[in-house]
């Protein structure tokens, strides 16, 4: 049986996880057997955690995006087989990845085509961030990444068969339609959809596309792999697991530690001149009910969402934090530091006891392959 392929990819912080999330609902909703592929250059990932609550079976690659850890991809997908026969996978790429036709989607195509049809390639972006990098709002200074990192964001755009403005509610129709002339004149060959993840906003006429459309025959886009890694290494990783006890208190507020504690943080990393691409945490109960607190940030001046939450308080949990930011990773991992310190002197009946820890900048990415063209009839 031939199973679609499809990737969403793009930035960090556009909210790819909770598309996809979307996604899967849907094609479940409809009959389909769906498999999840996530991914990400650290281990101990916010979004595995976050659709395996919402009862999706999960693969996770870690160290490494999919283009250089090809074989891990294919190996994924031969387990969600093996487990529930999927005949959808959805891969979620690195955020910070590009050039993902030329090494993953045609080479998936090129080795493995009669097991996989490859839907194409969509891209999400945060319309503000942008609507930034495009130069149609004025960003001030010390708020922006670096021309490196920024090459990386505009070379997802530039291979991109559909492009998905995400958080359609966050900007008006002035911007919304600059945005959308800017798209088309710099990307004429993608497909753009207005959607709105979270609220369900355009996502049936997006989903319709990439569920019946197939990646057409086409010449990969050139990439400079030296300024690509370069961009990457500006980029820093830190990610963490931390067992949390209520302790004295008996009992604690998953909802409010996660706020307070990503807030702490947020301050401490716009006072070191980092600029946060996607800060992600999730606090998970011992209890058995499945259920997790997530809150994200994706922007310095954007405010810390709870996007998920507790019903009652916690006596145990495990608190998982993903944090990528341009800025030196023992900077970042400091500053969670200091923040949880604070948090524990605000709340002297909590235990926080760690179990993992690792901050570090991507290394340069190697492909295992790389096809520069696909032609007709594969």
Request: glycine share 8%.
């Amino acid at each position: 049986m031939t199973a679609l392929y499809i990737m969403v990819g793009g930035f960090l912080g556009a909210g790819k996880t909770t598309a996809i999330g979307m996604l899967g609902d849907r094609l479940r909703a409809h009959g389909r057997r769906v498999g999840l592929i996530t991914n990400d250059q650290g281990s101990q990932l916010v979004d595995s955690l976050t659709l395996r609550s919402r009862g999706f079976d999960v693969e996770e690659i870690a160290g490494g995006c999919f283009c250089c850890r090809f074989n891990s991809l294919k190996d994924a997908a031969d387990r969600l087989t093996a487990a529930s026969k999927p005949d959808i996978f959805i891969a979620e790429p690195v955020g910070s990845c590009t050039d993902l036709v030329a090494t993953v989607t045609y080479p998936l195509r090129r080795l493995y085509g009669d097991d996989f049809a490859v839907s194409p390639l969509s891209v999400v972006i945060d319309p503000l961030r942008a609507a930034r990098i495009l130069g149609l709002v004025a960003e001030e200074p010390g708020k922006r990444f670096s021309a490196k990192v920024v090459y990386i964001y505009l070379k997802q755009l530039e291979e991109a068969d559909v492009i998905v403005i995400n958080k359609r509610d966050l900007i008006d129709d002035a911007l919304s339609a600059t945005l959308d002339a800017e798209l088309a004149r710099r990307y004429p060959r993608a497909q753009r959809f207005f959607v709105s993840a979270r609220s369900g906003l355009g996502l049936d006429a997006w989903f319709a596309h990439i569920t019946h459309a197939r990646q057409g025959a086409g010449t990969a886009m050139p990439v400079d792999y030296d300024t690509y890694a370069e961009g990457e290494a500006l980029l820093g990783w830190y990610n963490a697991t931390v067992s949390v006890r209520a302790g004295a208190a008996r009992d604690a507020d998953g909802n409010r530690l996660v706020e307070r504690l990503m807030a702490l943080a947020q301050a401490r990393l716009i006072a070191a001149g980092c600029e946060i691409a996607h800060f992600k945490m999730t606090l998970s109960p011992d209890d058995g009910s499945g259920e997790i607190a997530t809150v994200n940030v994706v922007q310095n001046d954007r405010q810390p969402e709870l996007a998920q939450s507790l019903s009652d308080d916690i006596e145990t949990a495990q608190l998982v934090i993903n944090l990528r930011a341009e800025g030196a990773p023992e900077t970042l991992r400091d500053a969670v530091a200091s923040a949880l310190a604070q948090f524990i002197g605000e709340n002297p009946g909590l235990v926080f006891l760690p179990e993992h820890s690792e901050c570090f900048r991507p290394g340069r990415p190697v492909p295992t392959h790389r096809l520069a063209a696909m032609g007709e009839g594969l």
